[in-house]
């Protein structure tokens, strides 16, 4: 989990610092022969609006890959340590009902041997959480969900990240109409505060798993 989101993050951090030498016009498209600038100024400036824009995009894709990876490490963990139903806190168990919701029972029935055993970890799907629906809420109401630390850091612009997504993938704006609405220290800041927010939700759910905080409290 963690070295995948350092990637996403490294990934995330080459766009911006590009985002941050295009304001500053040390990145021209030239053509070759001549040196001279391939695109007008007004088309130049047309694209820097598009690219401000693709700068959601990358954030949402962190934010969504980070919330699945970290409900897939909590569930991996069930499954490697072969936690049964009966021993998973009370609002786990609810997250694995619903999870049982999902399937047919006919394709799922083949994979629980042991029933109590093999329902937590069979039942989960990847594929059928948070789709496009990932802003602070969302993690909180996760967070409560299965019992781990919600962050306590500052996380408003996931919400920003969250609808200026969904506007470019329903077509609902134009990539010009979003990126015109955002000078690039605006997104840097963004950015830093997305990135420092799920710091920390890693942090927690890693505590989360480390302390087995998805079992049942003892009696």
Known sequence: MQEEFDARVEEVELYFNFLRDLESDKH?????????????????????????????LLLY?????????????IFDDLQDKGVDFDSCRGEVRRVVLKNLRNWNVESIFPSLTILAKD????TFRKDKIFSGNVDARAIRNTAKGYGFKNPIKKSDELLTVKRNRNDLAHGDKSFSDVGRDYDVPRLVRIKDEVVEYLKELIANIEHYIAEQEYLAPAV
């Open 28 to 56: 021209r498209i030239v053509r070759s022969s001549d040196a001279q600038p391939a695109y007008s100024t007004s088309d130049t400036t047309d694209m820097n609006k598009v690219f401000k824009a693709n700068g959601f």
């Open 61 to 73: 894709n962190l934010m969504e890959s980070t919330m699945k990876n970290a409900v897939q490490a």
């Open 119 to 122: 329902v937590v970890s069979a």
